[in-house]
């Protein structure tokens, strides 16, 4: 085989890339009727060249009441506090001066089981979230405490109000962390915590005939899932919390909410960054032996194989796939053909960056593409503009069938598919 025979083909270069970046709001909405309450969480997650290990999603919901005033506290447990939409609650009767039976007064029950909500993408892809409610704060608004009690200060006068204390003294089952959220002669603020997700009841001391709550805010915890391992796109899901008496949300048999129901919606927004670079002139190139064609010519010998190997740059956050296309298939590879017709197979491999594994969990190193089934690789972390490689082979049975039709040329183009939905 005379050097100016040696075989090539082109490497036309096709990626495709599905990125979807969708910009979500925060919206509070309540029902006309008072019959149902919606909230919105918003997450989304962005890739971070600075923190290319961070898998976790970045709550966008702006934080309200008792998270601003407790940042640290809220940061240290990944608490997050949000308004509870326009629903309030209003006492239905008397309270009664040193009532037995907790329900008969001010009580708080949040629902601090675990829900497991599922979200979906426009394209069916889902996930699940997990949301948990840890404490709630509200306004109390009630008739001029100093005359109530008799007492001209106005915090002794709250304090005066109720069994151990004024309000912001959590009872048993709630703690509080907050100081006095806020008060006047006929306002109280308060936030209670759940200590074991029974019900929070304070005993009053005098008669109340008249109660009503407002600004109620819920503190939450949400667990996202991972999303290096999710397509890009917005994800969205919900869940319903009921609320009154015995129900998720129980305010006890006195204080009676609006709304009968909570929606909470959930949005999830995922973007990715997904690039591969080639250097120029790279759609090209010619299969060689190793150390070139001379010496093999000066010695008479057969090549063992014949090789190219195409340097690129990859960047992802995301899973993606591999598949090649072949203008001459050669069962699940792609082949190089002469001009008589004769067409040996090219094996078409892969070596990507650490970080990226292949569908059974191990590094990617000269893995085999296929013409036939697309091959899915998953990072571990933000990969960014890393080496990586395709080497293209033609192997001992291939050479040797090549050197029977010494002094033709072959040729044959490969298209690389990477694609990032899956």
Excluded at 109 to 123: E, G, I, L, N, Y
Excluded at 253 to 262: M, Q, R
Excluded at 290 to 302: D, H, I, K, M, T
Excluded at 398 to 415: C, N, S
Aim: proline share 7%; aromatic share 10%.
């Amino acid at each position: 085989m005379k050097p100016e025979h040696r075989a090539g083909w082109q490497l036309p270069k096709k990626i495709k890339l599905y990125l979807k970046c969708i910009v979500g709001g925060l919206s509070v909405v309540a029902s006309g009727l008072g019959l149902a309450a919606s909230i919105d969480i918003t997450a989304s997650f962005s890739p971070d060249p600075t923190n290319p290990y961070n898998n976790i999603f970045t709550n966008t919901t702006p934080d309200v009441g008792f998270c601003i005033r407790q940042p640290a506290y809220c940061k240290a447990n990944d608490l997050h506090s949000v308004s509870l939409g326009h629903f309030s609650a209003t006492g239905q009767r008397l309270i009664l001066p040193n009532h037995v039976d907790e329900r008969e007064g001010v009580m708080l029950k949040v629902p601090v089981q675990p829900r497991v909500v599922s979200v979906t993408s426009p394209s069916g892809a889902t996930q699940n979230v997990t949301f948990k409610f840890i404490g709630m704060g509200l306004s109390m608004e009630t008739s001029d405490v100093t005359i109530k009690a008799g007492i001209p200060n106005v915090y002794e006068a709250h304090n005066a109000l109720w069994a151990g204390g004024s309000l912001d003294n959590a009872p048993d089952n709630c703690f509080s962390t907050t100081p006095i959220g806020g008060y006047s002669a006929r306002v109280f603020r308060f936030f209670w915590l759940s200590r074991n997700g029974q019900a929070c009841a304070k005993q009053a001391l005098f008669a109340f005939g008249r109660m009503y709550f407002y600004g109620i805010i819920g503190a939450y915890q949400l667990t996202t899932p991972n999303p290096l391992g999710m397509e890009p796109g917005t994800y969205t899901g919900s869940v319903v919390y009921t609320l009154g008496p015995g129900m998720d949300f129980d305010f006890g048999d006195v204080i009676i909410p609006s709304a009968s129901t909570l929606t909470i919606n959930f949005t999830l927004e995922v973007n990715h960054v997904f690039a591969v670079q080639f250097p120029p002139n790279s759609d090209r190139v010619a299969l060689i032996p190793e150390g070139g064609w001379q010496q093999w010519l000066n010695r008479g010998r057969r090549p063992e194989k014949l090789f190219a190997n195409q340097h690129f740059r990859l960047s992802t956050s995301a899973m993606f796939k591999m598949q090649i296309q072949c203008q001459y298939p050669v069962g699940d590879m792609c082949g190089i053909r002469n001009g008589s017709g004769h067409v040996v197979p090219v094996d078409t491999l892969v070596t990507l960056p650490h970080g990226i594994t292949s569908m059974t969990g191990n590094a990617v190193n000269r893995y085999r593409l296929s013409n036939s089934a697309p091959s899915i690789f998953y990072p571990s972390k933000y990969v960014v503009n890393d080496r990586a490689i395709l080497n293209f082979e033609v192997n001992r049975d291939g050479v040797e069938q090549m050197i029977g039709y010494a002094g033709e040329r072959y040729l044959g183009d490969v298209t690389v598919v990477w694609d990032s939905e899956i």
